[in-house]
């Protein structure tokens, strides 16, 4: 290994059946460095985390620490642990019922009596050193997301980590809290702390990173100085093909076609629901893509959870075809027509230990009822035709839907809710955490679903694929609708000064 050098994987190799999943790659991470490890979903970044830290056994390579004579083995998450290798995943690991203390030093004290006070104190003069603003004394569960993720990495420093992975930290975050976060990065890097970052925020990546790896189809691209990598250039490299930065998505589909004259495939005159939203009005016409805009917190979700049933609607009227109807259950909604792609894919929408083609069938099977369940040839032929419409990639339809990358487990739920024929469907946040080939992907389809006669709702953090997307866009700003814009309207500016400013 070179002087500087913390870790080092040769060659490394993991297959699973019917899958290559990483094939001879490569990745060297230096002392004091933060590096971006980045690729489309499916490109092998899970896998090769999982190699690293144990998880899954690797089937070829070496790999090499600075402070070691020659390869190390690691069979666990434990040897990790004990080889200086710590992990912060995006979904939180620690006991949410316990102290910030207690987390922070939960399973290393040794002997049968716990010293309290010492622990109090050590993990105080911690959180200190390390500007996470939280009390040993406070209950976890009580901290913001950012600070839980502080706390998972203070862990990890105070058992003298050499190597810091963060996986996806800031997917859940709101902008000061990420900047906290790189904070509290900078100063590990400033420590000599090798920081494995995975991410895909690009933006993010050419804040904080100083170097970029690229997997491509489990097999390494790769690795680039920041500055000797334009945003273009990686995301060329991560597809595999050149890209122009997504800017005339649009172009494939005529929104000045939309009648919106016409009468309203769904349309609700003060809607209100139980999660905080003051009254709405808002409608849908046939072949529109419109959307909900606005901060984190504005209302956005729990407006289109209201439309959709799956919470609780006070007040309003609701008309589908300009017929008044009654929708007090999401089973209500799938029965008129209406399909919901969840914000929390892993909370609300996948069934993990289901298979993929069980998950495919799901909203079908509860529509027909469950005393009355497919056939296996049935569900098959359902399941293979929407794997080769999508591009799901899976080994079979037998896999469990846990197995999959992100971005196909969020193609599975998407087939799911098309096999359900909806005439309306709502997607809440369709390309979170995915990469930038299944973004693109996904928006050509919603652009081809709208061409074909279907309205879409599509909401994203993201404005730039707003824009991109949507005809027609509702600003929201703390529960309540302070806009509608669209033609000319319909740019990043003005859309900002609506959330800012209020009415439009």
């Known amino acids: 290994m070179e002087q500087g050098t913390v870790l080092e994987m040769r060659g490394i190799c993991k297959y699973f059946p019917g899958v290559r999943a990483l094939e001879q790659v490569d990745f060297t991470l230096r002392e004091g460095e933060i590096h971006a490890l980045m690729g489309e979903n499916g490109a092998g970044k899970s896998t090769l985390i999982k190699v690293l830290t144990g998880v899954y056994p690797k089937d070829g390579g070496v790999i090499l620490l ?25 979904e939180i690991t620690l006991c949410p019922n316990l102290t910030v203390a207690e987390n922070m030093y939960i399973g290393r004290t040794k002997g049968p009596v716990t ?22 004394k406070q209950q976890l569960g009580n901290c913001s997301i950012a600070v839980q993720q502080m706390v998972a990495i203070a862990r990890a420093v105070d058992m003298e980590c050499k190597v810091l992975i963060l996986d996806e930290p800031t997917s859940s975050l709101d902008e000061q809290e990420v900047q906290k976060l790189f904070k509290l990065m900078r100063d590990l890097k400033a420590k000599g702390v090798g920081i494995i970052f995975v991410t895909h925020f690009l933006e993010q990546v050419y ?19 920041i500055e000797d990598l334009p945003r273009v250039q990686l995301v060329s490299k991560m597809l595999g093909k050149d890209f122009d930065d997504m800017a005339d ?12 004259e016409s009468t309203p495939v769904y349309e609700a005159m003060g ?16 072949g529109e893509v419109n959307g909900f805009t606005g901060l984190l917190g504005s209302g956005r979700s729990e407006s289109v959870r209201a439309i959709f049933g799956a919470d609780r609607v006070t007040r309003g009227v609701v ?33 993990g230990d289901l298979s993929v083609r069980d998950n495919i069938i799901l909203a079908l099977q509860v529509m027909k009822g469950f005393f009355k369940p497919f056939s296996r040839a049935q569900a098959e032929q359902f399941a293979d035709e929407y794997i080769k419409l999508l591009n799901i990639k899976t080994a079979s339809s037998d896999t469990p839907i846990k197995s999959l990358s992100g971005g196909n487990q969020q193609k599975v739920i998407l087939a799911r809710w098309l096999l359900a024929n909806p005439v309306y469907l709502i997607l809440d946040e369709p390309t979170r955490g995915i990469d930038v080939g299944t973004k693109v992907e996904i928006q050509k389809l919603v652009l081809k679903l709208a061409s074909e006669g279907k309205s879409v709702t599509f909401i994203s953090s993201e404005i730039d694929e707003m824009i ?10 703390d529960g309540k609708v302070v806009g509608e814009l669209k033609g000319k309207d319909l740019n990043q500016n003005k859309i900002m000064a609506t959330i800012a400013g209020g009415e439009s």
């Not at 189809?217 to 100085?225: H, K, M, P, S, T």
Request: a neutral charge.
């Open 468 to 477: 991109r997307t949507c005809s027609r866009l509702i600003v929201m700003r």
């Open 319 to 351: 008309r589908i075809d300009g017929k008044p109807v009654k929708i007090r259950k999401p089973l209500d909604a799938m029965k008129h027509g209406i399909s919901y792609l969840p914000e929390d894919r892993k909370l609300d929408g996948i069934v």
């Open 66 to 90: 600075s402070g070691t004579d020659g390869p190390v083995h690691i069979k666990s998450p434990q040897d990790a642990q004990n080889a200086g290798i710590a992990t912060v995943y995006q």
């Open 249 to 260: 998505i649009k172009s494939d589909s005529d929104t000045e076609n939309i009648d919106y």
């Open 115 to 136: 010293n309290w006070r010492k622990m109090i104190s050590d993990a105080g003069r911690l959180l200190d050193e390390l500007g996470i603003p939280a009390h040993p």
């Open 271 to 286: 809607l209100t629901g139980t999660t905080g939203i003051k009254p709405f009005d808002f409608e849908i016409h046939k």
């Open 207 to 225: 804040e904080v990173c100083d170097r970029i790896t690229v997997l491509r189809d489990g097999q390494l691209v790769g690795e680039y100085i």
